[in-house]
């Protein structure tokens, strides 16, 4: 799993002290149906936004959150991928 996020984010610290994360995901516009994701993170080195599969597949939902391409990759200039190891739901 791919994920960016903002260079201001409390979780790059907690990252950085340990890799293990746990993402709670609502699966409803309503908040019901929650999957939980645990795993380990790491830091990306490079951009994936630059990819032209990555723009393709997201190119919808950077359009929703940044207008453009350039403006997510500015608002959320590092990447994270993590290792799934256990899903759940709820």
Do not use: C
């Not at 979780?11 to 999957?35: A, E, F």
């Not at 723009?55 to 940044?66: L, M, P, S, V, W």
Request: no cysteine; aromatic share 8%.
């Amino acid at each position: 799993m791919l994920l960016f996020t903002r260079p201001d984010a409390h979780r790059l610290d907690n990252i950085g002290r340990d890799p293990r994360v746990s993402l709670n995901l609502n699966s409803t516009p309503t908040g019901g149906d929650v999957v939980v994701i645990t795993g380990r993170a790491e830091f990306v080195e490079g951009d994936p936004t630059t990819s032209d599969a990555y723009q393709e597949k997201y190119a919808d939902g950077i359009t929703r959150i940044a207008g453009t391409v350039e403006e997510f990759a500015k608002r959320y200039p590092i990447p994270i991928r993590v290792h799934i190891d256990r899903v759940r739901g709820f």
